[in-house]
């Protein structure tokens, strides 16, 4: 008699999907970053790399004053 095996659950998060501003298309890479304005965007890891943006860690959305 073979052993049965229990299957385990992904251990693999669900990836989030955002609009990316730059390419304006859907991405499971984008991140929010801000612009030159200030103003806080979503832009793919593409766009991030192409457009030097840094990502907004742990900061909050709120417009510079």
Known sequence: MK????????????AGIAW????????NTARPVRDSS?????ACSSCREAYDLPL???ES???AS
């Open 3 to 14: 052993p049965t095996q229990t299957e385990q659950p992904s251990t693999t998060p669900p």
């Open 20 to 27: 990316c501003a730059w390419h304006e298309a859907y991405s």
């Open 56 to 58: 907004i860690a742990d």
């Open 38 to 42: 200030g103003a806080c965007l979503f």
């Open 61 to 63: 959305c709120t417009p």
